[in-house]
């Protein structure tokens, strides 16, 4: 078990450190890497390498953004696999509503409840 | 040859002045924030899995939701920002990083009112994370779909 944890923090780090890589020597945004590795999750997950992956390196694997895209791409081939086309549209939405949701209801709830500091 | 030796002192000097291993560094910060927050991921789908009883797919909602919950607290106090100005990619990378990316802009642009300023700014990032997430999906299924009708 405590392998898990040392496989979660190594190739959780080394995927963080190859978003700071392009942020070091490319001219991208951190928007552009994130909308980037979401989609390269997605694209990984379709070419089937994204699950052995995520079942070998867990939460390593699945945290990164790369993650979220695996649980859009696996929803959306799961949903195909079940109710074809229908299940292609809904599926990755649906996988990932609990995150999506999550994120944009505690966003608002943060936003109401603190201010920003000045900046200085 | 005079050129080549100025260049290489010209070299010197600029290694002399210019910030040793800033790019190594930031990259060990990366790896060692990302990582962390990755195996405080692990630790909470495993409270899910053997505490909570979930499921694989539960527990991975769980530790989601948990690691949002933080981000946006932290967000919230402004530690967040901190955190990422130490540890660049390490915090922009994992999801608390997009949780960050929603709850910042959301926080920011409160002065412009609740509808146009909160509720339009958070998805200044997430916006096209979203999108380009969603749309991609839905082509990998349709796509999966195709093949499975092809008989793959």
Do not use: W
């Amino acid at each position: 078990m405590l392998l898990m944890y040392v496989k979660a923090f190594v190739i959780g780090g080394l995927i963080c450190t190859a978003g700071q890589l392009l942020l070091l020597y490319t001219r991208l945004t951190s928007a552009r890497i994130l909308v980037l590795f979401v989609t390269l999750g997605v694209a990984l997950t379709f070419f089937g390498v994204y699950e052995p992956f995520a079942s070998f390196a867990g939460a390593g694997a699945t945290v990164p953004l790369t993650g979220f895209g695996y649980l859009l791409g696996k929803g959306a081939i799961d949903g195909a696999r079940e109710k074809g086309f229908l299940g292609a549209l809904s599926g990755g939405t649906a996988a990932a509503a609990g995150g999506i949701a999550a994120a944009i209801a505690l966003g608002y709830l943060a936003a109401v409840l603190f201010t920003p500091k000045t900046k200085e | 040859m005079n050129g080549s030796k100025q260049k290489s002192a010209y070299d010197r000097m600029v290694k002399r002045v210019s910030p040793k291993s800033e790019k190594p560094k930031s990259l060990c910060k990366a790896f060692f924030v990302g990582g962390l927050i990755c195996a405080i991921g692990q630790g909470l789908k495993d409270i899910g899995v053997y505490a909570l009883g979930l499921d694989l797919e539960d527990a991975s909602l769980f530790c989601s939701f948990c690691l949002i919950f933080l981000s946006a607290l932290l967000t919230g106090l402004g530690v967040y920002d901190k955190i990422g100005k130490f540890a660049g990619a390490g915090s922009i990378v994992p999801i608390t990083g997009f949780a960050n990316s929603i709850v910042s802009p959301a926080m920011e642009f409160k002065r412009e009112g609740f509808v146009t300023g909160v509720g339009a700014k958070m998805f200044q990032v997430a916006g096209p994370v979203l999108v380009y997430g969603i749309t991609s999906s839905v082509l990998a299924g349709v796509l999966a779909h195709i093949l499975s009708l092809l008989g793959r």
